[in-house]
């Protein structure tokens, strides 16, 4: 079922950012199963989206695991963002950095509940 909505999931994350608002993304309803929650909320992240739905107390551990940044991934998105203050493109770690990938670390730091 995922599958068959992956293009439509992709339209509410660009819809989303093209009006400058977060995207969530629809509740998993299978109450008893954590797994399929934590790999739908996995499959969320990985298109885009801000946070995820629950519809029960006992779902929102695991949707806040998946959606809460590493330490690594904090790290990463804070050099991105300082080397980016310089102004054009920049260099992280070896990898070139541009203007898309300050806009994905910014959306990691704001996800930590940082600035950036």
Do not use: N
């Amino acid at each position: 079922m995922p599958e068959v909505l992956a293009p439509l999931r992709s339209q509410v994350v660009l819809a989303a950012r093209a009006a400058g608002v977060a995207a969530y993304d629809s509740p998993f309803t299978a109450l008893e199963d954590e797994a399929g929650l934590v790999a739908d909320a996995r499959r969320a992240l990985d298109f885009g989206f801000d946070g995820k739905l629950a519809i029960h107390p006992k779902q929102v551990a695991p949707i806040r695991a998946i959606f809460s940044p590493s330490a690594e991934d904090l790290e990463r998105a804070r050099a991105i963002v300082a080397a980016a203050g310089r102004g054009g493109v920049a260099v992280v770690g070896g990898a070139m950095v541009d203007a898309p990938m300050v806009v994905a670390a910014r959306r990691i730091l704001a996800r930590a509940g940082e600035e950036g």
